[in-house]
């Protein structure tokens, strides 16, 4: 799948911002879509996936409550909506696309499609 993230910008601390991914390309009933995202000097870290087909979800603990993952399937688009934001949410965010079935995976590895990220920065 190609995939076209939008949406990031710089927001106080407390703010609120919604990333959009626009997929094309192959079958999305058979993919897990994911963010991630990845601060300066730290590794690529999971934040949220959704199965497409069922609609499964699963979020990072450090997100729990704040963000919410979900699809637009008519527009083939995954949304993240992120509250509460922390300077500690500072980082591009990219999302991911995997053909895992059985499992929603974290690890970045398992993750066959990459858009290009869109940064997010939140002042305090």
């Known amino acids: 799948a190609q995939l076209v993230e939008s949406g990031g910008g710089l927001v106080q601390a407390g703010g609120s911002l919604r990333l959009s991914c626009v997929a094309s390309?192959?079958?999305?009933?058979?993919?897990?879509m994911a963010w991630f995202r990845q601060a300066p000097g730290k590794e690529r870290e999971f934040v949220a996936a959704i199965s497409w087909a069922g609609g499964r979800t699963s979020n990072a603990d450090s997100v729990k409550g704040r963000f919410t993952i979900s699809r637009e399937a008519k527009q083939n688009t995954v949304a993240l909506q992120m509250n509460s934001l922390k300077p500690e949410d500072t980082a591009v965010y990219y999302c991911?696309?995997?053909?895992?079935?059985?499992?929603?995976?974290?690890?970045?590895?398992?993750?066959?499609?990459w858009g290009q990220g869109t940064q997010v920065t939140v002042s305090s």
């Open positions: 390309g192959g079958s999305l009933s058979t993919y897990v």
């Open positions: 991911a696309a995997s053909t895992a079935r059985l499992t929603i995976p974290t690890n970045p590895s398992r993750y066959d499609d």
